[in-house]
């Protein structure tokens, strides 16, 4: 059973990535912010295959966060998410290193995405819609 950290200070976010992956049969694990997350992770005794962390968080960004763990749990993969576009995240300095899906999404979406990425699948183009969930570039330049 493959173990993803959900990262996210809005507790809807988390209660409902929690369910959604628990569903589809992926043991879940949870933090309010990263601090909390490095401490999750220090305790928890196996591998955790996934971190999904909010990009925008009190205290430590999710990128700082992806940034801090990957030393202590090497081979993990990292997903974010966010509600602002990139440009926002770009100007404010957050640059992940990975896919980031914005929120909100639907629960598909979230189930298809972190199975992609932790199967190293790429997402088919699919045509742009406003109202639909899109995955952002990496914006690690």
């Given at each position: 059973?493959?173990?993803?950290?959900v990262?996210?200070?809005?507790?809807?976010?988390?209660?409902?990535?929690?369910d959604?992956?628990?569903g589809?049969?992926?043991?879940?694990?949870?933090?309010?912010?990263?601090?909390d997350?490095?401490?999750?992770?220090?305790?928890?005794?196996?591998?955790?295959?996934?971190?999904?962390?909010?990009v925008?968080?009190?205290?430590?960004?999710?990128?700082?966060?992806?940034?801090?763990?990957?030393?202590?749990?090497?081979?993990?993969?990292?997903?974010?998410?966010s509600?602002?576009?990139r440009?926002?995240?770009?100007?404010?300095?957050?640059?992940?290193?990975?896919?980031?899906?914005?929120?909100?999404?639907?629960?598909?979406?979230?189930?298809?995405?972190?199975?992609?990425?932790l199967?190293?699948r790429?997402?088919?183009?699919?045509?742009?819609?406003?109202?639909?969930?899109?995955?952002?570039?990496?914006?690690?330049?």
């Amino acid at each position: 059973m493959r173990t993803i950290l959900v990262v996210d200070d809005d507790p809807w976010v988390r209660v409902l990535a929690r369910d959604v992956l628990a569903g589809e049969g992926y043991r879940v694990l949870e933090a309010s912010d990263g601090q909390d997350a490095i401490r999750v992770a220090a305790e928890h005794p196996g591998p955790i295959h996934l971190l999904l962390t909010d990009v925008v968080m009190p205290g430590m960004s999710g990128c700082e966060l992806a940034a801090g763990l990957a030393p202590l749990l090497p081979g993990m993969k990292v997903m974010f998410m966010s509600a602002y576009d990139r440009d926002f995240l770009v100007t404010q300095g957050l640059k992940p290193t990975g896919p980031v899906i914005t929120k909100p999404f639907t629960i598909e979406y979230l189930a298809r995405r972190v199975g992609m990425v932790l199967d190293n699948r790429r997402p088919a183009a699919a045509p742009a819609r406003p109202s639909s969930p899109a995955l952002l570039p990496d914006c690690s330049d």
